[in-house]
């Protein structure tokens, strides 16, 4: 289309959710896609909003979602918080796209061609069920956690829950290797889980799904799940190196103190700790980590989150000592730069709460986990990283700092060590070659901007 000369290209409405871990991937696909020749609006909402200036070529509406400050996850629960969000954005995501239907009727505008939207922002499979617009979701998790999500309600008929600490270990039926401590419940009681998984399972009218993930690493888990949802799939990730783009997606000021504190430390000698965005830990947790952390004798780089640990705004409830203890081994930042921290060859190993983007960058650097899954998708993720995929260990439901200490010699020493470190680097180079001519999450892409074009 030619307006006045000047091309209007084909244009696609990108809603995303406002955690860290949904904005960040639908961010990156709006790179890449911009970069196949797509124009990208991002329609966002007023809470944790992505800052403009750093993605110049993107158009931005901000959506007024009215939350005031008590309506938090933790406050009104993650099921009110998801539902609150979409009821109040709704009328304006509608109101926007028809004022841009009307410019685009004059010549003003590109064609809207799609939307793309999170599955936690499904008000927008609405809106483009009334304005006649195709639409596609996008999953930001382990399609292997999706898998799980949609058993849980036969689970819950075939009378599992609550479950019984005796079959915590068991495998669960027709979910192999996933045991019963694995399945991934919300945080909430079961209903709470249910009804969460009965919003974010439901398809609605999509027309695909994008999974940010790669074929290879969830081979068992894609055809049931494409037997499931009948449409196309396009498994595009990992979305944080399919685009060139090299500005922050962070919510939060990185700290970039410690990436002159990792320069100063020998190859594969440190271990990173970060339990990502949402993660609450309590006073006993911080200080048996600490301690863990301390006696393993490594360097660590770790990441405490302001208002991340109950009770205490940041690090106040370290345990006394501790800091003279580990000086200079030690640097705790609030937030990191994750995906240079995970590049940078000082890091052997990453602590990780096993959320999927923090899984992703580390598989992409080949760095081998330990993995403290707390709720969600991450004692899925968990479980392929220690069971599946071999490149990492799993600290022990009952958490301790003799647990964690010995968990990191693990990882850092012996033959043990070095077998996950050579099949994380064999991994790195597998996504590699996927995201290459010819490989799977390249053609993928491709796909999916024909499928727009
Ligand atoms: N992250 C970061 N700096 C930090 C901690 C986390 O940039 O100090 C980023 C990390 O790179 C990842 C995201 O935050 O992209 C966390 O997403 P994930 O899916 O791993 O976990 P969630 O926060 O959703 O639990």
């Keep these: ?120 922002m499904f008000c927008a499979e609405a809106v483009a069920d009334k304005l006649k617009i195709p639409s596609m979701v996008i999953r930001t998790s382990f399609s292997t956690y999706v898998l799980a999500t949609i058993a849980m309600p036969r689970l819950q008929a075939e009378g599992y829950f609550p479950l019984q600490d005796s079959m915590l270990e068991e495998l669960v039926p027709e979910l192999y290797p996933l045991r019963f401590k694995d399945l991934p419940f919300s945080g909430g009681n079961i209903e709470e889980t249910l009804a969460l998984y009965a919003i974010t399972s439901n398809l609605r009218s999509s027309s695909a799904i994008i999974w940010n993930t790669v074929d290879f690493l969830e081979h068992l888990s894609l055809p049931r799940l494409q037997q499931h949802y009948k449409v196309p799939f396009f498994t595009v990730g990992p979305l944080h190196k399919t685009s060139s783009m090299s500005s922050s997606t962070s919510l939060l000021e990185e700290d970039k103190t410690c990436m002159e504190w990792l320069d100063k430390q020998a190859t594969n000698s440190v271990i990173y700790v970060s339990l990502g965005s949402l993660v609450l830990i309590d006073a006993e947790e911080l200080t048996e980590t600490a301690w863990g952390l301390a006696n393993s004798g490594h360097p660590f780089l770790w990441v405490i989150r302001p208002g991340s640990v109950i009770g205490s705004e940041w690090l106040e409830l370290l345990p006394e000592g501790f800091i003279e203890n580990v000086g200079e081994r030690c640097h705790i930042v609030k937030w990191a730069p994750q995906k240079l921290v995970l590049a940078h060859k000082a890091v052997g190993g990453f602590w990780s709460h096993c959320g999927w983007n923090s899984t992703l960058e580390s598989l992409c650097e080949g760095k081998p986990m330990m993995c403290r899954p707390f709720y969600v998708d991450q004692p899925v993720v968990s479980r392929f990283i220690s069971y599946v995929w071999k490149i990492g260990l799993e600290l022990e439901t009952k958490f301790d700092r003799r647990n964690v200490e010995s968990t990191i010699r693990r990882l850092f020493g012996g033959k043990e060590g070095e077998e996950m470190r050579e099949r994380a680097i064999e991994i790195k180079e597998k996504i590699e070659s996927c995201m290459s001519a010819g490989g799977s999450s390249f053609n993928s892409l491709n796909n999916l901007v024909d499928f727009f074009l």
Excluded at 36 to 62: M, W
Excluded at 73 to 99: D, M, R, W
């Design 1 to 120: 289309m030619e307006t006045q000369g000047k091309k209007v290209q084909k244009r696609l409405v990108l809603v995303p959710f406002p955690f860290q871990g949904h904005m960040t991937p639908m961010l990156q696909l709006g790179a890449a896609l911009e970069q196949k020749g797509l124009s990208v609006t991002i329609a966002h909402t007023c809470h944790n909003a992505p800052d403009p200036s750093q993605y110049p070529r993107f158009e931005f509406r901000p959506l007024a979602d009215n939350l005031t400050s008590l309506d938090t996850p933790k406050n009104i629960g993650v099921l009110n918080f998801i539902k609150k969000i979409n009821t109040n954005c709704e009328a304006q995501l509608q109101e926007f796209l028809v004022q841009k239907i009307e410019q685009e009727q004059e010549g003003a505008y590109g064609q809207v061609v799609g939307i793309i939207y999170d599955t936690l």
